[in-house]
């Protein structure tokens, strides 16, 4: 093997029994699944988050009207949610100051991803109402999604899986931490 190149282990010689399958170990995701499919099913998840210390709800940034917090359930590393603190479904519901502060909230989220993950472009959006995709839909929040060129994989086209880099937490950590003051 010459410098730069890693071995691969033979999956068939591995403990267990031999089959077809290649595992993609996420032990992280064990803190979702212990804690059951919606943890927070009473509430809105965007109500109560504000409520609780920042790291413990992956908020990075408070503003006056708006705050900044990692999506729990990512596209990709550092993938970002911009959300009201007021209870709103959709954009046209927003006053002229949350509009405002969400637009300066998702430009500083990009300058702030650009800093910390060297990432090459974004994908911007708010999904309106559960027809049109929205997770949360009685509360509206706008998607900073971080995006690399050598980011293109088969995991998502082909096996339905995002593979992501970073833990949550690392992730919050370091964008809390370059987000100016």
């Known amino acids: 093997m010459t410098e730069g190149e890693q071995s691969l282990e033979d ?4 403990a267990g029994v031999p089959d077809e399958f290649q595992r993609l170990w996420t032990p992280h995701r064990m803190a979702y699944i212990q804690a059951g499919p919606e943890p927070l099913r009473e509430e809105c998840p965007f109500c109560e988050a504000p409520k609780y210390p920042d790291a413990e709800r992956l908020i990075v940034a408070r503003g006056t009207t708006a705050y900044v917090l990692l999506n729990l359930f990512p596209y990709n590393s550092g993938h970002l949610l911009v959300c009201p603190y007021r209870h709103i479904a959709t954009y046209d519901q927003a006053s002229p100051e949350e509009v405002a502060e969400i637009g300066v909230l998702t430009q500083t989220a990009m300058r702030v991803l650009r800093e910390v993950s060297g990432c090459d472009g974004f994908n911007l959006g708010m999904n309106q109402g559960a027809v049109a995709g929205a997770g949360v839909d009685a509360h509206l929040h706008q998607h900073v999604v971080p995006r690399w060129r050598s980011d293109a994989n088969f995991f998502p086209i082909i ?15 370091a964008v809390a931490h370059a987000w100016p003051e």
């Open 159 to 173: 096996a339905k899986t995002k593979a992501l880099p970073q833990l949550l937490g690392e992730v919050r950590e």
């Open 11 to 14: 999956a068939g010689r591995l």
